[in-house]
């Protein structure tokens, strides 16, 4: 069964960057047996919400808010998703999971934590 870890969030300044990791291991799945994944977010308050995903043949898809500042890449050797992000606002301040798109419930892992502030 897939299990999904995410990496690299850190507090960060406005219009810094950003490359999370998202590590998956399982001993029937894996990233390349899921047709599409993505990257959410969630932040207080707020509904969790899709930014970008990518699938098994490489084509990607990105909210218009992140859209030329976030980019998203698979690893199918390294059994990893990541997601590039560059020119961070405060807006962007979430959780960041990754996922299937549709997301798999029980695939959900602890998320990665963003802060972009002064």
């Known amino acids: 069964q897939v299990q999904l870890v995410e990496s690299g969030g850190d507090l960060v300044q406005p219009g810094g960057s950003l490359r999370l990791s998202c590590a998956a291991s399982?001993?029937?799945?894996?990233?390349?047996?899921?047709?599409?994944m993505g990257w959410y977010r969630k932040a207080p308050g707020k509904q969790r919400e899709l930014v970008a995903g990518?699938?098994?043949?490489?084509?990607?898809n990105y909210a218009d808010s992140v859209k030329g500042r976030f980019t998203i890449s698979r690893d199918d050797d390294k059994n990893t998703v990541y997601l590039q992000m560059n020119s961070l606002k405060p807006e962007d301040t979430a959780v960041y999971y990754c996922?299937?798109?549709?997301?798999?419930?029980?695939?959900w892992g602890q998320g990665t934590q963003v802060t972009v502030s002064s």
């Open positions: 399982g001993s029937i799945f894996s990233i390349a047996d899921i047709a599409v």
């Open positions: 990518i699938t098994s043949d490489g084509s990607t």
């Open positions: 996922n299937g798109v549709p997301d798999f419930e029980d695939y």
